[in-house]
């Protein structure tokens, strides 16, 4: 492991060993990876080892846990030097703000997750009930990581048009369709840079995809700095409800997929634009 660049892994999800102290509760998606692969935070710092990964941002697994945020939130502080954490609230709960400030400011989480893929028109990202959370991130300085599907790109625009000073890091590229160059069929998501508060997470889960279905992640890859500019990209594992390799070779296949990039861009897309975002993982 020779890089000349810090990587940081922003996508990253843990599950805790003792299911007595951290019981699971699955919220229904697809699969069950939480069963199949889990990794502890330990499990998981010995990997990072290994694959000469640096930090990372643990992600609230909604599909182990739900919205019961206590492992990822105990995880990163636990090892702060290693991770920031990122909470996720169930918007139809009680009082999602009040829960939202709990996680932040009780529990010493660094963002949060707004997880709206709708499946059956129920989504809400850019609706009135939405607003309060978005104002509370804000007033709280957490980083927003939203998760919705391609077809909801228009809710995303709404709302980066009305909080143009918060940024926005971008799940999965929303699930874009990856059909091959020239990428037409991906104009939905190219249509928003023009917005300078988002940012573009490439993870291992559409890298694969890519893969599957145009045999070209590093085209991808360049595809997307040529439009929004390395720093606004960043790398994330999805590691381990993402498994189709070990941990090791997830991270090769980073950085081949980024590897055609100057050394500059790679540096960004790997780590740099992931600490800009997250200042806490800036800290020795």
């Known amino acids: ?33 939480y069963r199949e692969a889990p990794y502890s935070a330990e499990a998981f710092i010995s990997c990072m080892a290994d694959a000469g ?15 019961d945020n206590n492992y990822t939130a105990d995880a990163a502080k636990a090892y702060p030097r290693l991770f920031a954490g990122a909470c996720c609230v169930d918007i139809n709960g009680q009082d999602p703000v009040a829960e939202l400030r709990y996680w932040i400011k009780e529990r010493g989480m660094h963002g949060v997750r707004l997880f709206d893929l709708d499946f059956d028109g129920s989504g809400w990202l850019d609706k009135p009930i939405a607003q309060p959370l978005w104002e509370c991130a804000d007033e709280l300085a957490a980083h927003v990581i939203v998760t919705i599907f391609a077809h909801q790109l228009p809710q995303l625009r709404e709302v980066l048009q009305r909080y143009p000073q918060i940024s926005v890091s971008l799940d999965h590229c929303a699930f874009p369709s990856v059909n091959g160059p020239p990428w037409s069929d991906s104009a939905s998501l190219t249509d928003l840079v023009e917005f300078e508060n988002l940012y573009l997470k490439i993870t291992t889960h559409l890298l694969n995809t890519v893969l599957e279905k145009a045999n070209s992640p590093a085209q991808w890859v360049e595809y997307l700095v040529t439009h929004f500019g390395a720093n606004r990209l960043m790398w994330g594992s999805d590691f381990s409800q993402t498994h189709s390799g070990s941990y090791v070779e997830l991270v090769d296949f980073a950085r081949e997929a980024f590897g055609e990039l100057s050394a500059k861009d790679q540096s960004l897309c790997l780590g740099g634009t992931a600490a800009s975002l997250w200042p806490c993982l800036q800290k020795d």
């Not at 020779?2 to 699969?31: R, S």
């Not at 941002?57 to 909604?62: C, K, R």
């Open 1 to 33: 492991m020779n890089d000349q660049y810090t990587i940081i892994d922003t996508h990253v999800h843990v599950v805790a060993q003792d299911e007595v102290a951290y019981p699971l509760n699955p919220a229904g998606l697809p699969g069950a990876w």
């Open 53 to 67: 990964v640096a930090k990372a941002v643990l992600v609230q697994p909604v599909g182990a846990y739900s919205f």
